[in-house]
């Protein structure tokens, strides 16, 4: 491994983009207030959340495809051979100098957007018991309808709830066993590698371009699907 | 190799456990009742879920632009009905005891007295929407709409188990 090679000079470039660490902090941030606001039964509060929490997923997913390079799902979903194969040097004390989300990393990112994407899209249908507060496109089914994707709402969230576990379970080995520091790099961009990466960033009039894109979706869907 | 296995054996528990969590929760809506308390809270349960869509389908059509007044009158007419027809829903025995799967709190049997003034707001703010919804006006039945919806969540809050969230 490069990683213990120590006189080798270490370089300081840029690996996550405004856009990705943006999405990510606003993530915790408001998947946080939308737990909290359900729980002090601010109904209202936590419909907002969701819609902001609807409109970074939706972000993200086209930055997914158009982005920046380390944020592009080609760049870091792999198949199940390279996984399985990169599973067993997890116990290796170098993290390498991967520029980017590791195989398994890369699945994490996956499992967590598409259990966010569910707890959204169950919310937007979800009736609550008392008929009062309920989700913008709960009018699109019945009443009992409603309340079972009110309990998928809920299932869902157990789901979140054991990834971000695990999320922090990882960020935790990786700084303690391989004493790699995953969290930095997330809050400035920048990491140090071995060698420059030279990744390919994103300009950032598209970001603001998929940024209006999923705004204007996420209105339509606040507005019922209605124009 | 005994820290992927750790590693797996995890993620083997938490997927069992959500699929656990949706299989035991399925299991619970099967069971059917047999005791007569039983087949009164599941009865109860019936009852409720017309009620909220009944309740549902008022606040769905209030949302339009242009509601349809036929049928806010029509399940304005439901609505006062079931909840006028709600007390008898509450035979003694169909709470927990009854061992069916209940949310119905104790506290409706051993604290009568307020169980009743909770039903009753209920059913003055279902009478007050019938008459409003005849009236016509719009911006009044959405916000009488919303004090019906309080006083379900206002006996909710005190008789029924909270949800988990």
Known sequence: MAGERLDTPKVRAKLWDGPTRIVHWALVILMGFAWWSVEANQTEWHLWAGYGILGLILFRLIWGFAGSASARFTSFVKGPITTLAYAKTLSRRSAGDMAGHNPLGGWSVVAILAAILSQVVTGLFAVDVDGLESGPLSDRVSFETGRLFSKWHDLSFTAIKLLVVLHLSAIAFYALHKRANLIMPMITGYKSFETDPKLRFAPLWLAALGAGAAAAVTWWVMKGLRL | ?165
């Open chain 2, 1 to 165: 190799m005994a820290f992927q296995k750790t590693l797996l054996a995890l993620c083997i528990a938490a997927g069992l456990a959500i699929v656990g969590g949706g299989v035991s929760a399925a299991e619970q809506k099967a069971k059917a009742p047999t005791t007569p308390g039983g087949k009164a809270a599941y009865t109860r349960q019936e009852n409720f879920k017309q009620q909220g869509a009944v309740f549902k389908a008022i606040r769905d059509e209030l949302k339009k632009d242009a509601p349809s007044m036929a049928l806010i009158s029509t399940s304005a007419v439901k609505l006062k009905n079931s909840a006028d027809a709600l007390p008898t829903w509450f035979p003694k025995g169909s709470g927990p005891e009854s061992k069916y799967a209940t949310d119905a709190k104790p506290e409706v049997w051993t604290d009568p007295v307020k169980f009743a003034s909770a039903v009753k707001r209920l059913q003055v703010e279902a009478t007050k929407f019938q008459t409003i919804a005849a009236s016509g006006d719009i911006g009044a039945m959405r916000a009488q709409s919303q004090a019906v919806g309080g006083t379900c969540k206002g006996c909710h809050d005190s008789f029924r188990v909270p949800e988990e969230k």
